[in-house]
């Protein structure tokens, strides 16, 4: 074995660092080979010191969160893959006006570690009647990835993650810890400027407004009824495979209410249902792949090349993945 894997395992524990541990069993598209070395870390402490070994002693390595938008390959990772376990939530502070009489609330900082769900962290927001982040109640993935993406719920409503972040502290591409503002992060649809520069969060302060409870989590229902609706729910899948298109194409194409949606575009192909092997492009949303069973990540990538093709064919239009794809393909 790696004489630095070996000192890996001697530092985390024999119990805690698993070898050859299969992907599919840590991603919602439950494909995936072996890695070399897999490691959950449940503190902030842990989560730090595994990044700042693997980067000092050059090891390859990628950090996984609840395990959407991810297609790891069926071949594995040559790596150590650190499966982020830490989950906190905290209030940290407010500002507003305080008098003899009332204090007046204006705004609410929380604070979360990365490997929080964003489900967890929208339904303990409305239970504290802070708004702003109740659209994500029905969201899959962790704080660390929902920043790298943006993470969003109806983008034409403007229900972005980032809209709502204060700072974040990030664990950047020289091992440093670092605290950044909003800003930093030059938020888009899908995406933000850790996915090139290769930061991770380590935690993210969100600034929230007060709000009704009893509103808050009507429209919380609201985004899990439309999610029911629009979405294959109750099947293997890694979330959307590409991202939307441009509202300039969605123009020029003349789509109905100017939609921006991948999943009406792969449904003109006429290819919801296709399947290769155990992948099927789903009936209800053709932006969503759906493992049947055996699924392979091969297959998923046929799958991808296909649509693609067909799409380029049809609307002279070039579709972008928004799975990240980890591993050798």
């Known amino acids: 074995m790696n004489h630095r894997y070996q000192k890996f395992i001697e ?17 919602y598209f439950k494909i995936g080979g072996p890695v070399d070395l897999f490691f959950e870390p449940t503190t902030t402490e842990e989560f730090i010191e595994s990044l700042t070994y693997c980067k000092k002693n050059n090891l390859p390595f990628c950090v996984i969160g609840g395990g959407a938008n991810v297609l790891f390959s069926d071949k594995g990772f040559r790596g ?13 502070g407010f500002l507003g006006k305080i008098n003899e009489k009332k204090t007046k609330v204006d705004k609410v900082f ?20 802070l708004q702003g982040l109740e659209f994500l109640v029905s969201v899959p993935g962790t704080i660390g990835g929902a920043l790298k993406i943006n993470a969003h719920f109806r983008p034409q409503n403007n229900e972005f993650i980032g809209n709502c972040l204060h700072e974040a502290t990030l664990f950047n591409k020289e091992g440093e810890i670092i605290k950044t503002g909003q800003k930093y992060f030059r938020f888009a649809y899908d995406n933000s400027i850790i996915q090139e520069s290769g930061d991770i969060v380590i935690e993210a302060v969100f600034v929230l407004k007060k709000g009704d409870k009893n509103d808050l989590w009507g429209k919380a229902q609201e985004s899990i009824d439309f999610r029911k609706k629009t979405q294959p729910l109750g099947s293997f899948s890694s979330g959307c495979i590409f991202k939307n298109i441009s509202i300039a194409d969605a123009k020029m194409l003349s789509t109905p209410n100017e939609t921006t949606s991948a999943g009406y575009i792969i ?10 092997g155990d992948v099927e492009i789903s009936k209800v949303h053709g932006n969503y792949f759906l493992n049947l069973g055996e699924a392979k990540a091969s297959d998923v990538l046929k799958l991808m090349t296909l649509v693609k093709q067909e799409v380029r064919e049809k609307f002279n239009l070039e579709l972008k993945e928004e799975v990240f794809l980890i591993g050798d393909f």
């Open 11 to 27: 530092k985390f524990g024999h119990l805690r660092v698993k070898l050859g541990e299969p992907m599919s069993n840590h991603t």
């Open 80 to 92: 150590i893959v650190i499966h982020n376990k830490v989950e906190e939530i905290k209030l940290v």
């Open 110 to 129: 929380v604070q979360a570690s990365s490997g929080t769900p964003i489900s967890r962290l929208a339904r303990y927001t409305i239970e504290q009647g």
């Open 267 to 276: 449904d003109k192909t006429g290819l919801c249902g296709y399947r290769i």
